[in-house]
């Protein structure tokens, strides 16, 4: 069980940000500085969240100024079932369909928001964007607190998410007084966001571990996937977050190869591989090889890569040059965060 009274170590050198249990007295600890306007950091089963009071627009504005996250990108809310979310937005017959298959767990639905969600909250939009997590930390909080809970991913604006409380710790563990420490992240990368606009085909805007198959089985309807947008200079047209060009990136530079390809890498550069083999690249001298997965089980690879890249990023490493994966629902969720994280500013 994690150590309540331990301290995060952020790169800074700092010594700020505790870290939390959910037990009982930890979690009336973090309930009542949420309800009070105050940032916590908190565990779900795809990434760990940066969360604010989502009804408090004045501490969902210190979520933005943390992060360096631009004003005009949304903000996934968390709630504990349809119940709670249906107080934030409107539901149609689609939408309870989806809550009552796929929640609590790793969907985020886009649906027309009610008058008490503040602005701020989703860029000014007339939409909001609702998960229920499954992360039993994150459900005891939910409950604990008794609001709802703005929290995009707590990590700057652009990196690497995390996927332990020893990644928010690093990145901002100087900036937030505490961090719900619920473990390792389950699946690893984020939430499947889908839109539900009244009189529309549903439409995937982020990929996750949730298929547009397993969407549209449950939906009983087809499930379209909006096409990504190139330029960061369409930020005012996002609708959801996660869909920039560039995001989830590492600072060292990063070059993606096809899958069982050789990468041109040379000393002092790292090769990551879906799976255990001995491809080291063609460059000539060899490179550092590294693997997310033994065997190449792509739900193995989607829990380990966002911890590999960042372990890979503060490693000193010229270049990173990333394998994708091979064609599956879960690959192609992979390889969309693979391309985001390589793509050149």
Same mark, same amino acid.
């Given at each position: ?9 952020? &790169? ?21 500085? =949420? ?17 604010? +009071? ?16 631009? $004003? =005009?990108?949304? @903000? ?11 107080? @934030? ?6 939408? =309870?369909?989806?809550?009552? /298959? ?17 602005? *701020? ?28 809970? #703005? ?43 889908? &839109? ?5 085909? #549903?439409? *995937? ?12 089985? &449950? ?36 070059? @993606? ?13 790292? /090769? ?14 060899? #490179? #550092? ?15 380990? $890569? ?28 992979? +390889?969309?965060? $693979? ?7």
């Amino acid at each position: 069980m994690p150590d309540r009274n331990r301290q995060a170590t952020p &790169a800074s050198g700092n010594r700020v940000a505790s870290f939390c249990t959910d037990s009982p007295p930890d979690l009336a600890k973090l309930a009542a500085m =949420l309800r009070a306007g105050g940032l916590v950091a908190i565990p779900t089963e795809t990434v760990y969240g940066l969360a604010a +009071n989502a009804l408090d627009e004045a501490a969902c504005r210190r979520i933005f100024d943390v992060k360096g996250r631009p $004003l =005009l990108d949304p @903000l996934i809310v968390h709630v504990p079932d349809h119940a709670a979310g249906e107080r @934030l937005a409107r539901f149609d017959a689609r939408a =309870l369909r989806l809550a009552a /298959v796929f929640w609590p767990g790793p969907l985020t639905m886009v649906l027309p928001k009610r008058d008490v969600v503040p602005a *701020i909250v989703t860029a000014g939009k007339a939409t909001v964007a609702l998960r229920s997590p499954a992360h039993p930390a994150a459900r005891r909080l939910l409950a604990a607190a008794g609001i709802p809970l #703005a929290a995009p991913s707590a990590n700057p604006f652009g990196y690497i998410s995390p996927t332990t409380a020893q990644h928010v710790a690093e990145s901002l563990g100087d900036r937030i007084p505490f961090i719900l420490d619920g473990g390792p992240c389950s699946i690893g990368i984020e939430s499947t966001i889908i &839109a539900l606009a009244p009189g529309r085909t #549903a439409r *995937i805007l982020r990929p996750g571990s949730l298929s547009r198959n397993d969407l549209a089985k &449950a939906l009983g309807e087809p499930v379209e996937e909006a096409p990504p947008d190139p330029s960061p200079a369409a930020m005012g047209a996002v609708e959801a977050p996660g869909m920039l060009a560039r995001h989830y990136s590492p600072a060292t530079p990063a070059a @993606l190869f096809d899958y069982g390809e050789v990468p041109a890498a040379h000393a002092g550069e790292a /090769v990551v591989l879906q799976r255990r083999a001995e491809r080291a690249g063609g460059g000539g001298d060899p #490179a #550092a090889v590294f693997w997310l997965s033994e065997s190449g089980d792509p739900a193995e690879v989607a829990r380990n $890569l966002y911890a590999l890249l960042r372990r890979l990023d503060a490693g000193g490493f010229a270049r990173i040059h990333i394998e994708r994966a091979q064609p599956s629902p879960l690959g192609d969720s992979i +390889n969309d965060r $693979l391309c985001r994280a390589a793509t050149a500013d």
